[in-house]
Each structure stands twice: as structure tokens, then as C-alpha cells.
């Protein structure tokens, strides 16, 4: 085996994190530290995957360049899906096409019209000027997200975390989760397979499904083109995981596997997430398109 290619079981390979966030969305690392510390933590094989936008790659590809790490291109697509927000990890092995161009900025518009519903619906139960208190807990230009929103109500002393903050105020069903702005999920698959990339499911096990309408969740995904989902995101309990495997296996998907790492000093870090189990399913750097990536 030729150095630094990546085995062709899900359970035999260390070195790879195929969802992390960067300054580019929520995350607290610049793109350029965040390889920098997976470089520090023996990842070799990397996805950048901010919320809607690929603003960071061009600074990610450049350091993971210089630092000899493979690097995919994607992004994290928010979607709606039967009235719930459900998210795709796009990876795109030959970059950006322009179908992709003009979806990441219908996305970033959507974003802002989006955070302007949910700074209205805020300022009804007490937040006030809440746009401009989410972009003061950005700190930057980049689009906001609801962990800014999140924080701004810590720090109006609306809600005394951002656990508390997302269960009361913008979690799924809650006021601040608004999700009409969002594309259809078989959308941003479309524009995926346009820029011949892979469409993945993300974080399977985290949109609080029971089993069987996580089935249906997988059946309309891979219908409509979507063929990897994450088996692993961040850690999870092993029976459920074998689980999941098996779900996914059902339907000829391929599994990918992430940490979802947003900001170092928390549980997770980059390539740190629950092993995968011993089974069939082929890791989606098996599939044709992402041969470069994993050879
Ligand atoms: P958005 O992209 O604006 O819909 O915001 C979703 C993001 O909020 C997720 O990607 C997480 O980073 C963050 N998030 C979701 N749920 C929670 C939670 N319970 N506590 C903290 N952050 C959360
Ligand atoms: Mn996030
Ligand atoms: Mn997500
Ligand atoms: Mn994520």
C-alpha cells in the first residue's frame, strides 16, 4: 500500500475527519488553524464542511498545502425535509461548479432573511436589537447562525446557557428554529451531483427520529440521488451505531465518518469521534469520484 492512502474498511482507518467547522461559519478556528491543529493531531485526510458556504477553503487548502494534508473541499447544506431542518455534507473532490456558485449564494440569502425572522421572533420574548446583539457574538461579517443568536441570549441574561438557549428558544420546534428559508433536501442534492460531488447525510442519529422514520429519512435521501450518510458523528453509543450500519447498508449507501468539531477546549477535536464497527459498508473515499482524495 502506497504511503498515506487510506484502507478500504471504515473500521481500519485513523487520520481522517470529514466534517469541521471553521471562522468560515460557527466555528471558532480560522480555516488555516483548524488544519494547523489537525495537523498537531495526526489528521492526515480532511473535509472542511462550514454551514452554506465554501469561504474557507481557498485559506484551508492553502495551509493543508504546506502542512502535506488532503483536503476535500465541501460544505454543510442546510435543507428542509417534511418540515424539519436536515443537513448535507457536500463533498466536492473537483471543487466548486458554478451550479454550486449560485446555490451557496441563494443559501447565504437565505441565511439573512432567515436571521432576520429569527431576531423578530426573539425580540417578542425580550431580546432586543437581536440581529445586531447576534453579529456583536459573531464578531465578524460572516453569516449568522443560531449559536449567535444563542449567545446573545446568555448574554442578555435571557437564558443561562447555550444548552438552555437552544432547548428553550432554538431547537428543533422552537420559536427561533425557522427553516422556511431553506431548499428542499432533494435541492441540494441536485446541486451536489451537478458539481460531481457526494452528497452525505449528516449526523443521522441527531434529528431525534425514531428508527423507522429515520428509514423514511434514508429512503427519500438516497431516491433522491444522496449516496453516503455519516455512521459516525462525534461519539456515539456502539449498538446504535451498529444500527445505523445496518440501515445504511440496506439502501447501498456508503458511510463517511466526522467529528462535527467546532471549537477546541469542548469534548471533541479534529479526527476524535466513537470508532466505527467492523461491517460492509464502503467508505465513501471508496467511492470513483473521491479516488484522488484517497490514493
Ligand atoms: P444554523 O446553521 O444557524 O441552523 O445553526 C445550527 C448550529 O447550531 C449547529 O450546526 C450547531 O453548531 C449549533 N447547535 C445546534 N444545537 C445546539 C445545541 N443544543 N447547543 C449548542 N449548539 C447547538
Ligand atoms: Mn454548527
Ligand atoms: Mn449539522
Ligand atoms: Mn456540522
Known amino acids: 500500500m502506497p504511503m498515506n492512502s487510506l484502507?478500504?474498511?471504515?473500521?481500519?482507518?485513523?487520520?481522517?475527519?470529514?466534517?469541521?467547522?471553521?471562522?468560515?461559519?460557527d466555528g471558532a478556528l480560522t480555516p488555516g488553524a483548524l488544519v494547523a491543529?489537525?495537523?498537531?493531531?495526526?489528521?492526515?485526510?480532511m473535509a472542511l464542511t462550514d454551514h452554506d458556504t465554501l469561504a474557507g477553503v481557498d485559506e484551508a487548502s492553502a495551509a493543508a498545502e504546506r502542512l502535506g494534508i488532503r483536503l476535500l473541499p465541501a460544505a454543510e447544506l442546510s435543507a428542509q425535509w417534511r418540515g424539519m431542518t436536515i443537513h448535507v455534507v457536500a463533498l466536492l473532490p473537483t471543487g466548486l461548479s458554478a451550479e454550486m456558485n449560485e446555490a451557496l449564494a441563494t443559501q447565504a440569502e437565505a441565511r439573512i432573511a432567515r436571521s432576520k425572522e429569527i431576531a423578530r421572533r426573539l425580540e417578542a420574548i425580550g431580546?432586543?436589537?437581536?440581529l445586531a446583539q447576534a453579529r456583536e457574538q459573531a464578531g465578524s461579517e460572516r453569516p449568522?447562525?443560531?449559536p449567535d443568536f444563542a449567545r446573545a441570549l446568555v448574554e442578555a441574561g435571557i437564558v443561562p446557557d447555550m444548552t438552555t438557549a437552544f432547548k428553550k428558544h432554538l431547537g428543533a420546534g422552537k420559536r427561533g428554529d425557522v427553516k422556511a428559508h431553506w431548499p428542499y433536501l432533494?435541492?441540494?442534492?441536485?446541486?451536489?451531483?451537478?458539481?460531481?460531488?457526494?452528497?452525505?447525510l449528516a449526523h443521522p442519529l441527531r434529528y431525534g427520529l425514531t428508527r423507522r422514520k429515520r428509514g423514511l429519512l434514508l429512503d427519500a435521501f438516497t431516491e433522491a440521488g444522496g449516496e453516503a450518510a455519516e455512521l459516525v458523528s462525534g461519539f456515539q453509543n456502539a449498538d446504535v451505531t451498529r444500527d445505523l450500519a445496518r440501515?445504511?447498508?440496506e439502501r447501498g449507501l456508503y458511510g463517511s465518518l466526522g467529528s462535527d468539531f467546532h471549537f477546541p477546549g469542548g469534548h471533541l477535536a479534529p479526527g476524535s469521534m466513537s470508532p466505527a464497527p467492523r461491517c460492509a459498508l464502503p467508505p465513501v473515499w471508496c467511492h470513483p469520484r473521491m479516488r484522488d482524495f484517497a490514493g
Open 7 to 25: 484502507p478500504d474498511t471504515l473500521d481500519a482507518v485513523s487520520g481522517l475527519d470529514l466534517h469541521m467547522h471553521s471562522t468560515a461559519s
Open 37 to 45: 491543529l489537525c495537523h498537531s493531531r495526526g489528521v492526515t485526510h
Open 127 to 130: 431580546l432586543e436589537n437581536a
Open 144 to 146: 449568522l447562525g443560531r
Open 186 to 200: 432533494s435541492d441540494v442534492i441536485d446541486w451536489t451531483l451537478q458539481s460531481s460531488g457526494i452528497a452525505v
Open 247 to 249: 440501515q445504511l447498508d
